[in-house]
């Protein structure tokens, strides 16, 4: 079996198990996780694993996410084509990946990674992947990216110890966050804010464990 079969088949196992297990859903979201090679997302020597769901490192700190989360806040961010999309923490570029087939077509991802080295190894690795819907900028995402608002959807990859009001103003009028507040080395939760005109809903998600935010409105 060549190495490229030979991974479609681990991706087809584990997408299998998560629609099994209930963190897909859909057939989008399916067919999103099915379409993007985490191979090319992790660091070469942990490529045998990439289809293990569980976080994997990925340098100066930083994992990518277990499969399972990407698959669960995919769900919950309940995207449509032609959706202008936020996310802060790009890391690997492998959770932009994935939303950003959801999108299609139309659509548009801008990433934030306060990580100079990777950023550009997320700008490699989408482009071997062939996506091209996704703008990786280097910064302080803890601010959110206000020069690109309004965002039909903002979603955190990394820990927060709360969303700020400035970034849920970087929603449209029918927008919605999702994101993930708590201690460092604590379980944390996956938040939800739905926003319609002036008022904002909150609503509490699953419990995970991110690593956390850094920035000025970070830890």
Not at 55 to 81: D, F
Request: one cysteine or more; aromatic letters at 6%.
């Amino acid at each position: 079996m060549r190495e490229g079969d030979r991974y479609t088949e681990k991706r087809t196992i584990l997408v299998d198990k998560l629609l099994k297990g209930g963190e897909i859903r859909s057939d989008e979201v399916r067919s999103a996780m099915l379409s993007v090679p985490r191979e090319l997302f992790v660091p070469d020597l942990l490529r045998m694993e990439a289809y293990h769901d569980r976080p994997l490192p990925i340098g100066n700190g930083q994992t990518i996410s277990a499969p399972h989360m990407v698959a669960i806040m995919a769900e919950e961010m309940n995207t449509r084509p032609g959706h202008k999309v936020l996310e802060i923490g790009t890391g690997s570029g492998y959770h932009a990946a994935v939303i950003s087939r959801l999108i299609l077509p139309g659509g548009h991802i801008f990433t934030i990674e306060r990580v100079e080295g990777l950023a550009i190894k997320a700008r490699r690795n989408l482009d071997l992947s062939g996506i091209d819907n996704v703008t990786v900028v280097e910064g302080d995402g803890s601010v959110g990216l206000p020069e690109q608002a309004p965002f039909d959807r903002i979603y955190y990859t990394c820990a927060a110890p709360d969303i700020p009001a400035s970034v849920l103003d970087q929603l449209s009028d029918d927008g919605s966050l999702l994101g993930v507040v708590g201690r460092i080395n604590d379980v944390q939760r996956l938040v939800r804010f739905s926003r319609q005109g002036s008022w904002t809903s909150k609503e509490l998600l699953t419990h995970c464990v991110f690593v956390p935010l850094i920035g000025e409105l970070g830890y």
